[in-house]
């Protein structure tokens, strides 16, 4: 009736237009626009009616594709020509079974894959290629292989897969892999975001269509699917993981003329990003033909249509599946003591030590050592050891391990939402309330030492009683636990007493204690007043506490910390800046530097230096720090491919501490040292793998470094007050890095290429403060060899070494005597000579010294000085 109508109009135009009456004029010219802007939306409803918001087939034909998937892995910044990997290839063929005869929109699709060939995704000599000479049913296997070459039916509602279709007892694997070719149907062709469910999951898609060409980009980090990951605790020894994908669709005539996809993902070390690996995934499928193919099958609803092609077809997820690889060579024996972070090694561990039997001591230590330091801790392995705590300990040393173990487990399993975990509520419950009820120093001592792991919020106002209220080491050690707190969690509470203790308010405190008082108070968002009241009490304090103060309000200025801007503030009033506040003497310090500053970690030094009027060290503390850009990353992760297998990302790692020291003292010269040497030896293995059950391709990277952080305090208390010269040196340090690319076949054939690169990182000495400066330069000047004149004989110089006398008298055995004791300084060593006449060297000329010295001194005992 409307055609009619619109019909009727168009001849009515003309006589309306002659009409010479104005009035009825505009009337009519009003009544014929509406009936023609209705005309021509009835016109353009009548000319989209059929066109569909997706690909659209034919009735009648088949599309014949050429398809290929392909697997790169190699370094990240590595060139795709020589990575390992394989492709996969087939032909495809496409053909529409049912349209629905109440929306064009909704279409049913046969995909099927035909001649499926796997081989290198680059050329290779025959000798390294271990496809060479094997067909793809070898390779494959007879029932994977028809498998993959059945058919599947997707439902495509408004160009996105509503369901798919395939049969339910086949391998998993050979499902991914047509669900990843059914996901690249998957597009809509206008621009716009939405939210799509494909092989990856469910993800944030944005696509953006010019003419006949559709970019789908797709973010992989939205993406919802159940993935296994291990976050590690330590954010340094983390791995970052970056994924991007795009698709680019070219149309012709409504459907697909060609699709090109690509994903990418990135792993990198955080501590150095330089170690990597990348997968590359792609796809292309490119229409071949069109062909005459089958009609359509005729039925109402797609149940009919199924049922009628054939009854075994069952809906599924478009979602890949997880996929499990045949273990053909697992490990037999678990680690236990070394990891602990499996159910299986854990029973293992346990069954083994006995902490009732006090001569296994050690092994126990070492256990507990590998649970406090385990990356991703369960809830069952707190639970076990404080069953153990609870128990009968034979070893009072491993039993207050145990629960400083526990603190450190506490504190990870918060760090991932777990604190309301049955286990570690009673671990924090059993803590806490130990620590109320505990009377003895040793007991107090041990359960602040579990908190200082723990950093509990509900733990601040124990913490606080003790630090204001206890005894000097407890009430250090409480101070010490508050000053790890995030400022956050750093109340008013907190800091006004902090503030007590600082300015003493109630009770007198050690200078060790009232000193983190005030790191406390300046490194939690102070208060202009709280910063002047601390310079002002600058002047009025002890004399090196004076210095060790001015040393932490300079540092904090140097480094820009948050304080800073509120320090300069309250500094721009003469009376808490001015020359007699700035200038007191002392040889104390707060001194921060820098160990390493790249692009990916640095790593920090803070040497606090805190000595008594007369001289003596009250406190020396060398904390180092290492942070990183502070992102969020896995260290083993598990990626599905939108070409259909799954990749995995693996980097375990093991570090090795070795803390050992020595102390020489000499009442002849009046000199003491110690040397604590700071050993540490990383280890790190990364596998980046496609596993596709028939082929495996990936890389395996290793990296190892070793080295040696030495504190060298030399003290000479022949004068008052003492001279302190302290040294913070690194040995040279060796690094390696190892690169492994490989594919293996389940048969054992394998291909391998290797890389390597070892280098020595320098070591050097890092330079402390000034005062620290000043006095090492008095020290080390004290014991420069001066000339010794002999009473006869020619004097003999020689280079020095730490093993040999710097000066040699001929001719002079009490001299030589003298000269060893000397060479005792240097070289750390208590050996000098048996007899004076034993090594006694005679000359007249200084050209006869080298000729004539002997070999190196022996020992004397310590009475027979």
Same mark, same amino acid.
């Given at each position: 009736m409307l055609y009619a109508l619109c019909k009727t109009s =168009?001849?009515?135009?003309?006589?309306?237009?002659?009409?010479?009456?104005?009035?009825? $004029? @505009?009337? $009519?010219?009003?009544?014929?626009? #509406?009936?023609?802007?209705?005309?021509?939306i009835s016109t353009y409803s009548a000319s989209v009616k059929g066109h569909t918001t997706g690909p659209s087939l034919n009735n009648d034909k088949l599309y014949k594709f050429a398809y290929s998937a392909e697997v790169y892995v190699d370094r990240v910044k590595a060139s795709l020509q020589k990575s390992a990997g394989y492709r996969i290839s087939s032909g495809?063929?496409?053909?529409?079974?049912?349209?629905?005869?109440?929306?064009?929109?909704?279409?049913?699709? !046969?995909? #099927?894959?035909?001649?499926?060939q796997v081989e290198n995704v680059n050329e290779r000599p025959a000798a390294k290629n271990i496809f060479k000479g094997k067909s793809t049913e070898k390779i494959i296997g007879k029932e994977y292989l028809e498998a993959l070459q059945r058919p599947i039916v997707i439902e495509l509602v408004r160009g996105k897969v509503k369901t798919f279709y395939s049969y339910q007892n086949e391998p998993g694997f050979t499902q991914n892999i047509k669900r990843g070719l059914a996901s690249l149907f998957q597009l809509q062709l206008h621009s716009g975001s939405s939210s799509e469910v494909d092989i990856s999951g469910k993800c944030n898609t944005t696509y953006h269509v010019r003419q006949d060409q559709v970019t789908k980009i797709k973010d992989l980090d939205s993406c919802e699917i159940e993935r296994k990951r291990f976050t590690s605790h330590n954010r340094i020894l983390d791995v970052g993981t970056k994924g991007t994908s795009a698709t680019v669709y070219v149309l012709e005539d409504s459907f697909i003329k060609s699709i090109k996809a690509e994903e990418n993902f990135v792993f990198v070390l955080n501590y150095r990003r330089k170690t990597g690996a990348k997968i590359v995934s792609k796809q292309r499928l490119e229409l071949k033909s069109v062909q005459a193919g089958m009609g359509l099958? @005729?039925?109402?609803? =797609?149940?009919? =249509?199924?049922?009628?092609?054939?009854?075994?077809?069952v809906a599924m997820p478009l979602e890949a599946e997880p996929v499990k690889s045949e273990c053909k060579k697992c490990p037999s024996v678990v680690d236990a003591v070394t990891s602990a972070q499996t159910p299986e090694s854990l029973e293992a561990v346990l069954e083994f030590l006995d902490f009732k039997d006090a001569s296994t001591f050690i092994l126990q230590e070492r256990f507990l050592y590998a649970c406090g330091f385990a990356s991703h801790p369960s809830e069952t392995l707190l639970k076990l050891l404080t069953e153990k705590f609870k128990g009968d300990v034979a070893n009072e040393d491993i039993r207050e391990t145990l629960v400083i173990v526990m603190g450190a487990l506490i504190r990870k399993l918060c760090d991932r939402e777990g604190c309301k975990l049955p286990a570690v509520a009673e671990a924090k419950r059993l803590i806490l309330n130990r620590l109320e009820k505990a009377t003895k120093d040793d007991n107090v001592r041990m359960y602040l030492l579990a908190l200082k792991n723990a950093l509990l919020p509900e733990a601040i106002p124990l913490l606080? !009683?003790? @630090?204001?209220?206890?005894?000097?080491?407890? $009430? $250090?050690?409480?101070? #010490? @636990?508050?000053?790890?707190?995030d400022p956050s969690f750093l109340t008013k509470e907190v800091k006004e007493t902090m503030n007590r203790i600082y300015h003493q308010t109630r009770r007198v405190h050690e200078k060790t204690v009232r000193t983190t008082a005030a790191a406390i108070i300046l490194n939690s968002n102070p208060s202009y007043m709280e910063v002047k009241n601390i310079l002002l009490s600058i002047g009025e304090?002890?004399?090196?506490m004076n210095k060790y103060m001015l040393s932490m309000i300079q540092d904090i200025l140097h480094f820009e910390m948050p304080s800073s801007k509120t320090i300069r503030q309250v500094l721009k009033d003469m009376r808490a800046h001015n020359y007699d506040r700035f200038s007191k003497m002392g040889s104390s310090s707060a001194y921060t530097g820098y160990i390493t500053r790249g692009p990916d970690v640095s790593s920090t030094y803070s040497l606090d230096i805190l000595y008594s009027g007369s001289g003596i060290l009250r406190r020396s503390n060398v904390n180092i720090h290492v942070f990183d850009r502070n992102t969020e990353l896995h260290a083993i992760q598990e990626i599905q491919l939108q070409s259909g297998p799954a990749a995995s990302a693996e980097f375990m790692g093991g570090l090795a501490i070795d803390i050992s020291g020595g102390m020489e003292f000499s009442l002849w010269y009046r000199e003491s040292k110690t040397n604590v040497k700071n050993r540490v030896a990383m280890f790190i293995a990364g596998n980046t793998e496609v596993d596709s059950f028939f082929v495996k391709t990936g890389m395996e990277t290793t990296l190892e470094t070793e080295t040696s952080l030495d504190f060298i305090s030399t003290v000479q208390f022949s004068q008052y007050p003492f001279l302190v010269c302290m040294q913070m040196d690194r040995v040279d340090s060796p690094f390696r890095t190892q690169m492994t690319k490989y594919e293996s076949l389940p048969s054992g054939r394998r291909y391998t290429a290797r890389r390597g690169k070892a280098a020595t990182l320098a070591g050097n000495e890092y330079p402390l403060h000034q005062e620290n400066s000043n006095m090492c330069k008095r020290v080390i000047g004290a014991n420069t060899p001066e000339p010794i004149l002999a009473a006869q004989g020619v004097e003999c110089a020689v280079p020095y070494n730490p093993t040999a006398p710097s000066r040699l008298v001929l001719g002079n055995p009490m001299a030589i005597v003298f000269l060893s004791l000397k060479r005792n300084r240097f070289s750390g060593k208590r050996d000098v000579l048996t007899s004076p006449r034993e090594e006694e060297v005679r000359g007249e000329t200084r050209e006869g010294c080298d000729a004539k010295v002997k070999g190196p001194f022996h020992g004397l005992q310590d009475g027979s000085r």
């Open positions: =168009v001849l009515l135009i003309q006589p309306h237009v002659l009409n010479t009456d104005t009035g009825s $004029s @505009a009337e $009519s010219s009003m009544i014929l626009l #509406t009936v023609l802007f209705l005309c021509i495809v063929d496409v053909n529409l079974l049912w349209r629905n005869p109440d929306n064009d929109d909704d279409q049913l699709i !046969k995909i #099927t894959m035909k001649d499926v099958i @005729a039925a109402k609803q =797609v149940a009919g =249509v199924i049922k009628t092609l054939d009854p075994n077809y606080l !009683k003790h @630090a204001e209220s206890g005894e000097g080491p407890i $009430s $250090s050690l409480a101070a #010490t @636990a508050l000053q790890r707190y304090l002890p004399m090196e």
